[in-house]
């Protein structure tokens, strides 16, 4: 059984609340055992500037440290054993997170994090995660089944087809399902055609048989210096680039490669998989709407999570913004696939091209963002989460209302009003 926890720190010797409990998903002051943490306001402890231990050193050091030191009130056994570092990140507030994740003789337990954060002054705040108390030492770690053909029953299981735009990728993890601890791969198979994908399969590492496996396509919902003009007639200002071509002439292409630390915005056509290309700065013809607005709009949200987050892109490295548009036959939806934006046409009543609605691209850029960063497991409670911080970002970036998607609805709809709402 996983546990959640929430440690605040605080300034006595004591460092944690001495009934804290780790079933509970936030610790309770000493006269108020079993109940969550309900100081006035219900503000937790760290944000009224109670303060633990400065850090001295490195990070992950001091972390892990302070983490044996309160080995018993949060129940991970040798930490120094079985958390192994993932990354340390610093946020616009000045704020240090360090990151862990557990492991078994080395190998990561899927779903488990502990992550133990400092102030901008480098003083230990607070320790929040979960974590599987029953993966342990006694799990057998050897293999009995080969990468490769967990990567084949991978394929199987999810009905792929033969040939993918990605090679699969797998990697061994533990895999905490129905009150077992398994030993397996767990495999990404990504593909479009008609039925696209971005599945994740967990295939058992001694028989070799599908465990569990989900579709992590992150749908806006399952119903939903050239100048150019985009589907809606807007006059669009885009970034694309030029090439003298021996036999062609000259050639611009909607790839925008003039972002310094960006590997570039790139907009395809889902129907040849190629670039878009035109022998004209001006993107006037209508089969050209859809790809014109989706490459604006893919530079407007870059430039949001640049200037307002101080973020390079989805993976705040600078990963290439990938757009395919003319996804589908009356494709009433668009989507992330854990790599690219693909946005249908609409049916031309019910919905117009998806890439023309701001929030709808701000939507499933975020899920690109939420992909790199907390990487919100596409199912459950934290499939709910990744849907909702990717509908109030596509609200605040396309800030004129809170609704989303209400730009691509087709005359069919509009006595259905808006989309959804990021209310």
Do not use: C
Request: proline share 4%; net charge negative; no cysteine.
């Amino acid at each position: 059984m996983k546990k959640n926890y929430f440690v605040p720190v605080l300034l006595s010797s004591a460092l944690v609340l001495s009934s804290f409990s780790a079933a509970n998903a936030l610790a309770a002051p000493p006269d108020q055992p079993g109940k969550p943490w309900n100081e006035t306001g219900s503000v937790p402890v760290f944000v009224k500037e109670k303060f633990g231990e400065k850090q001295v050193g490195n990070a992950a050091a001091h972390a892990l440290d302070y983490l044996k030191k309160i080995e018993k009130q949060i129940g991970v056994a040798n930490p120094d054993k079985n958390l192994k570092v993932k990354n340390i990140q610093k946020d616009s507030l000045g704020m240090k997170h360090v990151r862990f994740n557990q492991t078994v003789k080395g190998i990561p337990v899927e779903g488990s994090e502990v992550v133990v954060h400092y102030n901008k002054q480098d003083e230990l705040v607070s320790v929040n995660g979960s974590h599987i108390p029953e993966a342990t030492e006694e799990i057998d770690t050897s293999a009995a089944v080969s990468e490769a053909a967990a990567v084949e029953a991978a394929k199987k299981a999810v009905n792929a087809p033969a040939q993918l735009e990605e090679t699969p990728l797998a990697d061994l993890v533990i895999y905490p399902f129905e009150g077992t601890n398994h030993l397996a791969y767990k495999v990404n198979v990504n593909f479009l055609g008609e039925k696209p994908g971005n599945w994740f399969a967990f295939i058992d590492a001694k028989s070799g048989e599908t465990i569990d496996q989900y579709n992590a396509l992150m749908h806006v919902d399952n119903h939903h210096e050239s100048v150019g003009t985009g589907v809606l007639g807007a006059q669009r200002k885009i970034h694309t680039t030029r090439t003298q071509l021996p036999s062609q002439g000259t050639i611009f292409s909607l790839s925008d490669t003039s972002h310094a630390g960006l590997q570039g915005i790139f907009t395809y056509d889902a129907n040849d998989g190629k670039i878009f290309s035109n022998n004209s700065a001006s993107w006037k013809d209508e089969y050209q709407h859809a790809a014109v607005d989706a490459h604006y709009n893919s530079e407007v949200v870059y430039d949001y999570y640049l200037e307002e987050h101080g973020r390079n892109s989805l993976d705040d490295k600078g990963m290439a913004i990938v757009s395919y548009v003319h996804y589908g036959d009356n494709y009433n939806n668009a989507f992330w696939n854990g790599r690219q934006m693909t946005y249908g046409d609409g049916d031309g009543s019910y919905m117009v091209p998806l890439s023309a609605g701001l929030d709808v691209a701000a939507h499933e850029m975020t899920h690109g963002v939420i992909t790199n960063s907390a990487n919100l497991q596409y199912r459950f409670q934290s499939g709910a989460l990744n849907e909702s911080f990717a509908d109030i970002f596509g609200a605040l970036i396309d800030s004129e209302d809170w609704e989303v998607g209400e730009d691509i609805m087709g005359p069919g709809a509009k006595a259905d009003a808006v989309y959804r709402s990021a209310v």
